[in-house]
């Protein structure tokens, strides 16, 4: 092993290398000292800084404190003045449309009254008129009477009423169906009297405004036939060769009305009352000492015994020393309690008071729970009661999906024996039977044979022109043993909305094949259509998912005047705007969407959302909204204070969509405000945010294009215990003045508006 190597000796430094070390080795210190002393002073400055803001935070919230009740009262005035306002005209409505019904001797039932209801049904029952004008005169009474008591129920209170008026809804609904199996009975009876003489069968369309019947009778049993048209209902199908040598009947009873949803929901939907009361800001007029009891709770977390019962004997001796007087207070409860039932029905959104928790004197805290709002933030399940899955997924939840255009009841019946005519007397086999359904098993298909080689009856349907479609649309069948909408059993399903552009394969067929064809082009090419196989005979619709246009992607209300606004809703599909005058309102879209009945014209609130609904557009939300759809969470306390506060100002100031509200936290809301008036857009310099919370309002210095979100509050501005005194600082004493004009109608149109669409929590 060879020996090691000796290292060479580092070189020595000589005294300028030294001195250079020593010198760079000083600057090094005193470097690092200049850099102490300068973070030092940073961080003086950033502690003084941060004492100078708290003390200015200090001198805010005292000043808040100091004048919170008074502002907290003059709300409560200003809400309690709309509110019995508006009370009393609804009453003068109600109270004049009940005498206008008596005066009129309507020979509609009340609905209310069973015995008036059982006496209706009781006598159409035994009525044995089947003339078709009479019959269908007699229906739209008792759809009316049918939907009447819809809207008894959900609104009922006391779930003693639920089964009475369930029993009155089905027995209508069944008698209706009736009535109307008997007229088809009546007329297929006498087909061989009106046979068509190009296909030697019985073909005939009856219409109404709410139902258009459609029956065929099979008189010849031609194997060749294969299609039935119905062209001016816009309906069609192909036979198989099996039932067109059959003694059948068909009938295609399209009714615009959808009453078989209700069945199931009445089937598998647990029976519930009115939803629970809205949380409005009269519950939260504390006394002065609920102030300062919640900020002792806060600085000592645990509370013993001794300590909770001192505070309530001196809640207790506040409360008995309090200036109000004990009746005005009564009446005063009778109030709240009275409005926040009558907000719950009107609006049915999910606006509860179950987070919300109560002091011993009743008045609320406006802390949110974290733990509500961390179990909350993920949209829970179903309920196990709402709906019965055990078939499999292709059960129709009728929460996600609406049927909407009418039902099909796509039914096949055994032929009623014809009538003959002997020697000038025509007879006729009488029989109290109705009709017999026929029973269609299909046969085994032939592979060898073409005409035979499908089982399944091929249909295509129109669209109604009474709905629009914001998607495509799905067709589900109805099950008659389980009550509810199915998706299975169809296939092929397509949708197609300008089938004029399209060219058919050119098929070698008769002259007379020919010609039909040509005519059921021209009628399909006037509008959309569905096309579909089904393997039975069975009622159908066409649905689209509830929420399609969930979430909103943006929303604003702009003042056009006195008492007038438009409340514009970007959604995910389609756009809507509302124009608001009084309360009156107008729907417009950025589409052209036809529906006269609904857009370009004046109504009320309530009723512009049955109609939007009814075709098919749906901007509103339910007890079922948060389960269908995910959200950012919100309190929903502090939600409705906000509706109430918006409405009372949307005369004069705008209000819209904030990107900082979906980051601010579960605790707070971020809204856009300025004043504004006019028909033309506010610029955008003129808005400012506010930061709605659980404590206080406040103006933020932060702006929309600012890169992150900050909750510091803007130099020139002060705390504010409600958001009307807050947006005051920065209105005009015009527009101020113009805020108390404001007609109590309009303010609880826009209210009841922002309670229905809930756009602070789904935008």
Same mark, same amino acid.
Request: proline share 5%; aromatic share 8%.
């Given at each position: 092993?060879?020996?090691?190597?000796?290292?060479?000796?580092?070189?020595?430094?000589?005294?300028?290398?030294?001195?250079?070390?020593?010198?760079? @080795?000083?600057?090094? !210190? $005193?470097? =690092?000292?200049?850099?102490? /002393?300068?973070?030092? +002073?940073?961080? #003086?400055?950033?502690? *003084?800084?941060?004492?100078?803001?708290? @003390?200015?935070?200090? !001198? $805010?919230? =005292?000043?808040?404190?100091? /004048?919170?009740?008074? +502002?907290?009262? #003059?709300?409560?005035? *200003?809400?309690?003045?709309?509110?019995?306002?508006?009370?009393?005209?609804?009453?003068?409505?109600?109270?004049?449309?009940?005498?206008?019904?008596?005066?009129?001797?309507?020979?509609?039932?009340?609905?209310?009254?069973?015995?008036?209801?059982?006496?209706?049904?009781?006598?159409?029952?035994?009525?044995?008129?089947?003339?078709?004008?009479?019959?269908?005169?007699?229906?739209?009474?008792?759809?009316?009477?049918?939907?009447?008591?819809?809207?008894?129920?959900?609104?009922?209170?006391?779930?003693?009423?639920?089964?009475?008026?369930?029993?009155?809804?089905?027995?209508?609904?069944?008698?209706?169906?009736?009535?109307?199996?008997?007229?088809?009975?009546?007329?297929?009876?006498?087909?061989?009297?009106h046979i068509d003489t190009e296909t030697g069968n019985m073909q005939a369309v009856i219409k109404n405004d709410n139902t258009t019947l459609c029956l065929w009778a099979n008189l010849m049993r031609n194997p060749r036939f294969k299609r039935l048209t119905f062209k001016s209902v816009g309906f069609g199908c192909e036979l198989t060769?099996?039932?067109?040598?059959?003694?059948?009947?068909?009938?295609?009873?399209?009714?615009?009305?959808?009453?078989?949803?209700?069945?199931?929901?009445?089937?598998?939907?647990?029976?519930?009352?009115?939803?629970?009361?809205?949380?409005?800001?009269?519950?939260?007029?504390?006394?002065?000492?609920?102030?300062?009891?919640?900020?002792?709770?806060?600085?000592?977390?645990?509370?013993?015994?001794?300590?909770?019962?001192?505070?309530?004997?001196?809640?207790?001796?506040?409360?008995?020393?309090?200036?109000?007087?004990?009746?005005?207070?009564?009446?005063?409860?009778?109030?709240?309690?009275?409005?926040?039932?009558?907000?719950?029905?009107n609006t049915g959104t999910q606006l509860t008071r179950s987070s919300i928790p109560n002091t011993e004197d009743g008045d609320s805290q406006y802390e949110p729970h974290t733990e509500d709002i961390a179990d909350a933030a993920t949209p829970p399940p179903m309920d196990d009661h709402a709906a019965d899955h055990s078939e499999g997924?292709?059960?129709?939840?009728?929460?996600?999906?609406?049927?909407?255009?009418?039902?099909?009841?796509?039914?096949?019946?055994?032929?009623?024996?014809?009538?003959?005519?002997?020697?000038?007397?025509?007879?006729?086999?009488?029989?109290?039977?109705?009709?017999?359904?026929?029973?269609?098993?299909?046969?085994?298909?032939?592979?060898?044979?073409?005409?035979?080689?499908?089982?399944?009856?091929?249909?295509?349907?129109?669209?109604?022109?009474?709905?629009?479609?914001?998607?495509?649309?799905?067709?589900?069948?109805?099950?008659?043993?389980?009550?509810?909408?199915?998706?299975?059993?169809?296939?092929?399903?397509?949708?197609?909305?300008?089938?004029?552009?399209?060219?058919?394969?050119?098929?070698?067929?008769?002259?007379?094949?020919?010609?039909?064809?040509?005519?059921?082009?021209?009628?399909?090419?006037?509008?959309?259509?569905?096309?579909?196989?089904?393997?039975?005979?069975?009622?159908?619709?066409?649905?689209?998912?509830?929420?399609?246009?969930?979430?909103?992607?943006?929303?604003?209300?702009?003042?056009?005047?006195?008492?007038?606004?438009?409340?514009?809703?970007?959604?995910?599909?389609?756009?809507?705007?509302?124009?608001?005058?009084?309360?009156?309102?107008?729907?417009?879209?950025?589409?052209?969407?036809?529906?006269?009945?609904?857009?370009?014209?004046?109504?009320?609130?309530?009723?512009?959302?049955?109609?939007?609904?009814?075709?098919?557009?749906?901007?509103?939300?339910?007890?079922?909204?948060?389960?269908?759809?995910?959200?950012?969470?919100?309190?929903?306390?502090?939600?409705?204070?906000?509706?109430?506060?918006?409405?009372?100002?949307?005369?004069?100031?705008?209000?819209?969509?904030?990107?900082?509200?979906?980051?601010?936290?579960?605790?707070?809301?971020?809204?856009?405000?300025?004043?504004?008036?006019?028909?033309?857009?506010?610029?955008?310099?003129?808005?400012?945010?506010?930061?709605?919370?659980?404590?206080?309002?406040?103006?933020?210095?932060?702006?929309?294009?600012?890169?992150?979100?900050?909750?510091?509050?803007?130099?020139?501005?002060?705390?504010?215990?409600?958001?009307?005194?807050?947006?005051?600082?920065?209105?005009?004493?015009?527009?101020?003045?113009?805020?108390?004009?404001?007609?109590?109608?309009?303010?609880?149109?826009?209210?009841?508006?922002?309670?229905?669409?809930?756009?602070?929590?789904?935008?």
């Open positions: 092993m060879p020996p090691k190597k000796k290292g060479k000796k580092a070189p020595k430094l000589t005294k300028a290398q030294k001195a250079k070390l020593k010198l760079e @080795e000083e600057e090094r !210190r $005193l470097r =690092e000292e200049e850099e102490a /002393r300068i973070q030092a +002073e940073r961080e #003086e400055q950033e502690r *003084l800084e941060r004492q100078r803001r708290q @003390e200015i935070l200090d !001198r $805010l919230e =005292e000043k808040d404190s100091k /004048r919170r009740g008074g +502002e907290l009262g #003059e709300l409560h005035s *200003l809400l309690a003045k709309n509110y019995f306002a508006v009370k009393k005209h609804k009453n003068d409505v109600a109270q004049m449309t009940k005498w206008d019904k008596y005066m009129k001797c309507s020979d509609i039932p009340d609905p209310t009254v069973q015995q008036e209801v059982n006496t209706f049904i009781s006598l159409w029952n035994d009525n044995p008129e089947c003339s078709v004008q009479t019959v269908f005169k007699q229906c739209n009474v008792a759809l009316q009477l049918i939907e009447e008591l819809e809207t008894l129920l959900g609104e009922v209170t006391d779930e003693a009423h639920i089964p009475k008026f369930q029993e009155a809804l089905m027995l209508l609904q069944n008698i209706v169906y009736t009535k109307i199996l008997n007229i088809s009975m009546e007329i297929l009876k006498g087909a061989s009297n060769k099996q039932l067109a040598a059959s003694n059948v009947a068909l009938r295609v009873l399209y009714t615009s009305y959808d009453h078989l949803s209700i069945v199931c929901k009445l089937t598998h939907l647990k029976p519930t009352t009115a939803p629970p009361s809205l949380l409005t800001v009269f519950n939260d007029v504390p006394h002065e000492g609920t102030y300062e009891r919640d900020k002792k709770a806060k600085e000592t977390p645990e509370v013993t015994p001794e300590e909770t019962q001192q505070e309530a004997e001196e809640a207790q001796q506040e409360q008995n020393t309090a200036k109000e007087p004990e009746q005005e207070k009564a009446v005063e409860d009778d109030f709240l309690s009275e409005r926040l039932s009558e907000e719950s029905m997924a292709d059960v129709v939840d009728l929460r996600m999906y609406t049927p909407l255009g009418g039902v099909f009841y796509f039914e096949l019946f055994h032929l009623p024996s014809q009538s003959f005519h002997v020697k000038g007397w025509e007879i006729q086999k009488m029989s109290d039977a109705g009709l017999k359904v026929f029973k269609y098993i299909p046969e085994k298909p032939n592979p060898e044979d073409e005409e035979t080689s499908s089982t399944l009856l091929s249909l295509y349907v129109k669209l109604p022109e009474s709905v629009v479609f914001l998607e495509t649309p799905r067709a589900a069948r109805w099950d008659a043993e389980a009550k509810y909408w199915r998706m299975d059993g169809i296939i092929d399903f397509s949708y197609r909305e300008h089938v004029e552009e399209e060219v058919a394969p050119k098929v070698e067929r008769d002259e007379d094949d020919d010609d039909e064809e040509e005519e059921e082009e021209e009628e399909n090419s006037r509008g959309a259509k569905v096309s579909f196989k089904i393997e039975r005979f069975s009622p159908f619709v066409l649905m689209q998912r509830t929420y399609a246009n969930f979430p909103f992607r943006s929303w604003e209300l702009r003042p056009l005047g006195k008492d007038s606004a438009l409340y514009t809703i970007h959604g995910a599909i389609i756009d809507l705007s509302i124009t608001i005058q009084g309360n009156q309102c107008m729907l417009k879209s950025d589409r052209e969407l036809g529906l006269t009945n609904l857009f370009d014209r004046w109504m009320s609130a309530p009723d512009l959302q049955h109609t939007m609904l009814k075709a098919g557009i749906n901007i509103f939300v339910n007890e079922h909204t948060g389960k269908c759809i995910r959200f950012g969470h919100k309190d929903p306390f502090m939600e409705h204070v906000a509706y109430e506060q918006m409405a009372l100002f949307a005369s004069v100031c705008g209000f819209s969509w904030s990107k900082w509200n979906a980051k601010c936290g579960p605790e707070h809301f971020v809204i856009k405000v300025c004043e504004h008036q006019g028909p033309d857009p506010p610029p955008e310099d003129l808005w400012n945010l506010y930061l709605v919370g659980a404590q206080r309002f406040q103006k933020l210095e932060m702006t929309e294009t600012s890169d992150v979100f900050c909750a510091d509050h803007h130099p020139d501005s002060e705390f504010h215990s409600t958001f009307i005194h807050m947006m005051q600082d920065n209105m005009s004493p015009v527009g101020i003045t113009q805020t108390r004009e404001a007609h109590f109608l309009f303010v609880d149109t826009v209210q009841s508006l922002f309670c229905v669409t809930r756009p602070l929590m789904f935008c």
